[in-house]
């Protein structure tokens, strides 16, 4: 079984900057990718930054380009999400997402999430 568990979330005002970070763990045999969701209230849940187990060719989604910038350290297993520039529009639960395999085969896992709240 894999774990994720994601940290970091708060309440911030507009502006404002917040660090998350997202620690896998469990019978990991190697890991893929993880990635950023989130979802807002009475939204879907949408793609906002994925990181490759290379560190080679982020992607983001538009809405959060230039604003967040997701990276990560293998060793630890850990991705981060570095959210600057923060508006309301950002408040939603951050889940941490990763593809991995284990003995069970190729995967995708999740977090619990961590809530955002961008406010003034």
């Known amino acids: 079984q894999v774990q994720l568990v994601e940290s970091g979330g708060g309440s911030v005002q507009p502006g404002d900057s917040l660090r998350l970070s997202c620690a896998a763990s469990?019978?990991?045999?190697?890991?893929?990718?993880m990635a950023w969701f989130r979802q807002a209230p009475g939204k879907e849940r949408e793609f906002v930054a994925g990181?490759?187990?290379?560190?080679?060719?982020?992607t983001y989604a538009d809405s959060v380009k230039g604003r967040f910038t997701i990276s990560g350290d293998n060793a630890q297993n850990t991705v981060y999400l570095q959210m600057n520039s923060l508006k309301p529009e950002d408040t939603a639960v951050y889940y941490c997402?990763?593809?991995?395999?284990?003995?069970?085969?190729?995967?995708?896992?999740w977090g619990k999430g961590t809530l955002v709240t961008v406010s003034s």
């Open positions: 997402n990763a593809e991995v395999s284990t003995a069970n085969g190729i995967m995708d896992y």
């Open positions: 469990g019978r990991i045999i190697r890991r893929y990718s």
């Open positions: 990181i490759p187990y290379s560190g080679v060719g982020m």
